[in-house]
């Protein structure tokens, strides 16, 4: 269906389809009237060698001769005959042999291919576009916030700079333009005046030079670039850049603030005016086995327990959802109600590995990044690598094979509390998961993803935690873009804000059914300059007041159709 409705598109569009079909047309029908003209002479000398046929049987036998298949049934006994066959065999050859198929190519095929080649792989996006995004490549991270945007339904298109790339890119469904990214122009036709972001993920070089271009052609549009090496992050600035993301220090960052040891808190993600916003896992705490009913969190410390990530997978919690050793908590509260989470919790994995370092595999830009977070909290560590040019020396280097149980047991195995494996091959990762997980069950895990679709198979491998590259990419550029309306908790949930609907004007939370409804949470209330944070049931909402609510992508768009009239 979709190569018909191409066709049928490139039939009715623009003067020069219409002038490359009319000659099309003139063709076929001089030969039309050719066969036509030599069927009635068939018919004529037939009638002259006393033979009489059908007006079918003309059209079948100069069909038949013009195009060289000469069945034989039909032949005529006359040299006169016989000359008009020798003629009307010619005429077939250089009409439907040479010139039908130049034509249909010339007039139709090579216009059309031209046609579907500009629609697959244009230069430009429509004059109508706006507020859109502009990505300058197409890579795991862009690849993620293509999804995310398609979520929250916002535009976008990715440069790139092969036709044949960006065929293939719209052949799964991205929205792809040709152009070079160091090129002003492919910029204005991306219209970059209209845009809402630019989005440089390629190498430093190339970001510092996209961000001086766009910058050159706008100087108020937001560009956001990454940069592999901190070394960069002043010079993306100088050039333009309105925020550096350093994705090896944000994912040494994840890594260390999820590893249960030394002196372990929740760590704090967002911040919405007196609501703070917490991710912590459980393991070996005395909530691993009770229900959220159980745990008693909003009783004991204040604090209300919002969202879950349950091995990779987000969800809104009930009161019955039983919290596991993968369980990572998701708190809402002020900050001093965060601090005595922390003062009750945290003392369960301060004393349980005292002293006993963390594994670190991997001595690349992340695996050095955690190791320096970790020496700022006074957090022992080893990092396990295997080539020694790759690291300095240093006492908390051991050079081996991960995969070496006489490697590991010189880097402890038997006593870390955790171990976190960082290394750039997914394949790697599950690899060194898998094995790890059968030496130890009872070992804190947290492994990298540097590919989307291996999160799900790090989980089953063994992984408690999986850091996914492109995720935390997409999470800080989304954030970035949406300006805090929209804040990017764990892969899966949000936190935004709306103003009250209409419809819930006086309504408490308790009879407005919006968990019911949305599987989503009211975490706070705006009211009057009152800032309430985790209201209770019995809170009325009130004309005027903001909402800041959290749940997954699908119950955020479930509100909106419920409570929003659009």
């Not at 050159?216 to 560009?223: G, L």
Request: aromatic share 10%.
């Amino acid at each position: 269906m979709k190569f018909y409705s191409s066709i049928v598109s490139y039939l009715v569009e623009g003067k020069s389809t219409k002038q490359n079909m009319r000659m099309l047309i003139r063709f076929l029908v001089m030969l039309t009237a050719m066969i036509t003209v030599y069927s009635i002479i068939f018919h004529f000398l037939m009638a002259w060698e006393e033979r009489e046929y059908s007006w079918v049987t003309g059209f079948y036998w100069t069909l038949t001769v013009m195009s060289t298949l000469g069945f034989g049934d039909i032949t005529f006994a006359s040299d006169a005959g016989r000359l008009f066959s020798i003629l009307v065999l010619l005429s077939g050859v250089i009409f439907m042999l040479v010139l039908l198929p130049f034509a249909f190519i010339k007039f139709f095929l090579a216009p059309w291919m031209e046609s579907e080649a500009k629609r697959r792989a244009p230069r430009e996006v429509s004059p109508d576009t706006k507020d859109h995004v502009i990505m300058t490549a197409y890579d795991d991270v862009t690849a993620a916030l293509v999804e995310r945007l398609v979520t929250y339904k916002r535009d976008y298109v990715v440069i790139v700079e092969k036709p044949e790339h960006a065929g293939l890119l719209s052949d799964r469904g991205v929205k792809a333009a040709v152009g070079n990214i160091d090129d002003p122009d492919t910029y204005k036709r991306m219209r970059v005046h209209d845009a809402a972001l630019v989005v440089a993920t390629n190498s430093d070089e190339v970001n510092t030079n996209i961000a001086f271009t766009v910058r050159e052609m706008n100087e108020s549009i937001p560009i956001i670039t990454t940069a592999d090496s901190p070394h960069s992050v002043d010079i993306l600035s100088m050039a333009g850049s309105s925020r550096v993301v350093e994705l090896p220090d944000l994912l040494a960052r994840s890594f260390a603030n999820w590893t249960m040891c030394g002196n372990f808190q929740a760590n704090i993600i967002g911040r919405f005016d007196e609501l703070v916003i917490a991710e912590t896992p459980v393991i070996n705490t005395p909530l691993v086995g009770k229900t959220i009913a159980e745990s008693n969190l909003r009783e004991s410390v204040g604090v209300t327990i919002v969202g879950i990530w349950e091995r990779g997978r987000p969800s809104v919690p009930t009161p019955k959802t039983q919290i596991t050793r993968s369980t990572v908590l998701l708190l809402a509260g002020t900050e001093s109600q965060i601090a005595s989470y922390d003062d009750v919790y945290s003392i369960y994995q301060m004393f349980q590995h005292a002293g006993d370092p963390v594994i670190i595999m991997g001595g690349g830009r992340v695996g050095t990044a955690i190791g320096r977070r970790f020496a700022e909290r006074d957090v022992p560590f080893l990092i396990i690598e295997k080539n020694p040019k790759k690291t300095s020396e240093s006492a908390n280097i051991v050079y081996g094979d991960a995969a070496d149980l006489s490697t590991l047991k010189r880097a402890w195995i038997e006593k870390a509390p955790a171990a976190l494996i960082t290394t750039h091959e997914d394949a790697t990762n599950i690899y060194l998961t898998k094995y790890f997980r059968s030496l130890r069950p009872d070992l804190q895990i947290i492994s990298r993803a540097n590919l989307d679709r291996n999160v799900s198979t790090l989980h089953r491998a063994g992984a408690d935690f999986v850091m996914s590259y492109p995720v935390l990419g997409v999470d800080a550029v989304f954030s970035f873009l949406t300006k805090q309306d929209v804040l990017m908790l764990v892969e899966g949930l949000t936190l935004f804000r709306v103003q009250a609907p209409e419809i819930l004007d006086g309504v408490t939370l308790a009879d407005s059914r919006i968990r019911q409804e949305t599987h989503c949470s009211v975490v706070a209330i705006k009211s009057d300059g009152n800032f309430i944070v985790n209201p209770g049931p019995c809170i009325p909402v009130t004309k005027g007041s903001e909402l800041i609510l959290i749940g997954t992508y699908e119950g955020e768009r479930q509100f909106f159709r419920t409570y929003i009239k659009t």
